[in-house]
């Protein structure tokens, strides 16, 4: 099985940062694209940021210039730096990895996500 492991989330005032962590876990292979997404209450789940394996990145509009994704192979650990946060950033933030890995026995590519961290900006 895979994990995701998020941490970071938290309540911060508007113009302030915070940093959240994805940790994969599990029978790894490889860890090939990883991500980041958010949900605001009442909102479809929406995507932030994407880091290749290679280290291309990709962000949404609205985060582009103040959040930066990052990651560790070593460590199989992807984090989104977030600068400059608005109110608007208040969401759910789940991480999401494109993994191959040994689920029962076979080798497998999966899909898969974290549990989700909660990031509030206070106006």
């Known amino acids: 099985q895979v994990q995701l492991v998020e941490s970071g989330g938290g309540l911060v005032q508007a113009g302030g940062s915070l940093r959240l962590s994805c940790a994969a876990s599990?029978?790894?292979?490889?860890?090939?694209?990883m991500g980041w997404y958010r949900q605001a209450p009442g909102n479809q789940r929406e995507f932030v940021a994407a880091i290749s394996s290679g280290g291309s990145t990709n962000y949404a509009d609205s985060v582009k210039d103040r959040f930066t994704i990052i990651r560790d192979n070593a460590k199989k650990t992807a984090y989104l730096q977030m600068n400059s946060l608005k109110p608007e950033d208040t969401a759910v933030y789940y991480c999401n990895a494109v993994v191959k890995a040994f689920v029962n026995g076979r080798l497998r590519e999966t899909d898969s996500w974290g549990q989700g961290t909660q990031v509030t900006v206070s106006s």
């Open positions: 599990g029978s790894i292979v490889s860890v090939n694209a």
